[in-house]
């Protein structure tokens, strides 16, 4: 389970990779359909999604020092550990630009990376596990956040946090060149088959993370449009 070497078989759309996207898709409708009943339980909700972010995050990094893995591309400066350190931020302290950037990068995005991981690890392995878990609280606390927090994300705020994101990728871009690592997946796709491998090479691959962010941006804003102007009309009901 806790091998460097061993289970690394994942195959996409295998049983265990469908049973954990379908576990992922029915807690976020029992967490929308309950949310009425579950708003007691709001404060357990928090410091349960609060810690299996911590969890998730430092037990990665204890297991590849613990396995004399850990190299420095290990930083905790991806898009998920950005997403979690953010979630984590909202959980103890209100913040409504914060959780604008944290709705668009922590809720599609990390659907997606679910539906294509970048993992070679299979169930019943600490790596799967950690991966699903992890990249399943995030948006879960964005869920949160919207049932719970009644957090609502202007529509302009499509833009403020397309731009917010690529100012953060500035300094990113540089770490990347002065480290010679991959974070944000800004030098090059990851090393496993996703999404990014369809993005080709060079100014081609900036272009299409530049074009695809903008799309998941538009897509994950779409339901939160709606939603608010359904609350906006029954307002003035």
């Not at 029915?26 to 009425?36: E, G, P, Q, S, V």
């Not at 914060?98 to 392995?125: C, E, K």
Request: hydrophobic fraction near 55%.
């Amino acid at each position: 389970m806790f091998s460097v070497t061993g289970m690394q078989t994942f195959t996409f759309f295998s049983m265990p990779h469908v049973l954990s996207l379908c576990l992922f898709f029915l807690t976020c409708f029992l967490f929308i359909h309950y949310r009425k009943s579950l708003k007691s339980y709001q404060t357990i909700i928090k410091w349960i999604l609060f810690t299996t972010l911590v969890l998730c995050e430092v037990s990665f990094h204890l297991w590849l020092i613990l396995t004399n893995q850990w190299e420095v591309g290990d930083l905790p400066l991806q898009l998920c550990s950005l997403s979690t350190f953010l979630s984590l931020f909202l959980f103890l302290k209100h913040n409504q630009k914060v959780f604008n950037l944290l709705f668009f990068i922590g809720l599609l995005p990390a659907i997606l990376s679910m539906v294509t991981p970048d993992i070679v690890y299979q169930f019943p392995h600490f790596r799967f596990l950690k991966y699903f878990l992890h990249h399943s609280a995030i948006p879960l606390a964005v869920l949160y956040f919207i049932l719970f927090e009644r957090y609502r994300v202007p529509r302009k705020a499509v833009f403020t946090s397309y731009l917010t994101l690529n100012v953060i990728a500035v300094p990113i871009f540089f770490i990347n060149i002065w480290l010679n690592t991959n974070f944000f997946f800004l030098a090059s796709p990851s090393e496993t088959e996703t999404l990014l491998s369809f993005f080709g090479s060079g100014l081609m691959y900036y272009i299409s993370l530049e074009i695809a962010a903008v799309i998941v941006f538009i897509i994950t804003y779409i339901p939160m449009g709606i939603l608010i102007r359904r609350e906006n009309k029954t307002r003035v009901q």
